[in-house]
Each structure stands twice: as structure tokens, then as C-alpha cells.
């Protein structure tokens, strides 16, 4: 689930443009331009690449960079909510067979 300071964290990541090889930002960058906390700023990177909307570079954290889902991100989440849709909709089909097979073999 993404919350409202990591929708802020990706538009001023998707603002800046980066500075490291193989179009990964700096993390120091990054947190100077946002204005953020410390603690809100680390809360909003972990969201973003647990939600796989970016990634580090190596286990320091001191970089990462943007993915499909980062730099398309309402794209990834209109089909996102046409996929819950449609399972939703599947679910409910099933729940209307269900009932249906129940009163025929009652009757």
C-alpha cells in the first residue's frame, strides 16, 4: 500500500534527475530536496522498494533507482485496481453459482 508522503517522496524522485551511473540516485540528494524527517523519509523509501517502485543498488542503501512500477506508477496502479476488480468479480460469480446449486439441490 502506498501512503501519501511515499506518493510525495515519487514525484520529487520522478522531479529530480539522476546524478549516479545507470540512472541511480543519491540518497543524500534525495532527502535534501524532499524536506522530509529523517524517520519519514526512511519510512517512505522502504515502502517504495518493498512495493518494488524502486531498488537499491547494493546493501549500503545509499542509492537506488526507479523501476516499471516507479516510473509508470499510475499506469501500474489503474491495472492494479482492474486486477482486484476482476477478482472481485470472479468471487461474486462464484457466490451466485453457489446459491444457485444450493436451492436445486434443496428443491
Known sequence: ????NDKKLLK?????????PNNYYDWED?????GMSNTDYLISLRSLAENEIISFGDQSKTAFRL???????NEYQKQN???????????FFALIVAIIALIISIA
Do not use: T
Open 81 to 91: 485496481r482492474i486486477q482486484y476488480m476482476m477478482d472481485k468479480l470472479v468471487d
Open 67 to 73: 523501476e516499471a512500477n516507479g516510473l509508470y506508477f
Open 30 to 34: 534525495i532527502y535534501r530536496v524532499s
Open 12 to 20: 520529487i524522485i520522478k522531479s529530480q534527475s539522476p546524478k549516479l
Open 1 to 4: 500500500m502506498i501512503f501519501k
